[in-house]
């Protein structure tokens, strides 16, 4: 079973930076892509940023040029750097694993509060 853990959640006042982390328990040749959703109170989860192998990203318009995704195939970790923070973006952040299988994994998800 694959397991993906999370770290790098926080309470950080607006304008700030956080780096979300997230390391899979898995073959880095079985990763297709990786990926980042929230889920704020009383919202469905939303996609944020994604990232294939081949180094193609993807952002959330409200995260662009704020937001930057990255990958470390040898450790199975992909990363999201999180500038410039705004109070809209306080949610659960979960980590999301594509394998070339088709299957999805899922981190357990990690806090980010930003206080305005």
Known sequence: QVQLVESGGGLVQAGGSLRLSCAASTRASSIKSMGWYRQAPGKQREWVASMTTTLITKYENSVKGRFTISM?????????????????????????????????????????????
């Not at 999180?82 to 994994?105: F, G, N, R």
């Open 72 to 116: 470390d195939n040898a450790k199975n970790s992909v990363y999201l750097q999180m500038d410039s923070l705004k109070p809209e973006d306080t949610a659960v952040y979960y980590c999301k694993m594509t394998s070339w299988y088709q299957t999805d994994h899922w981190g357990q998800g990690t806090q980010v509060t930003v206080s305005s």
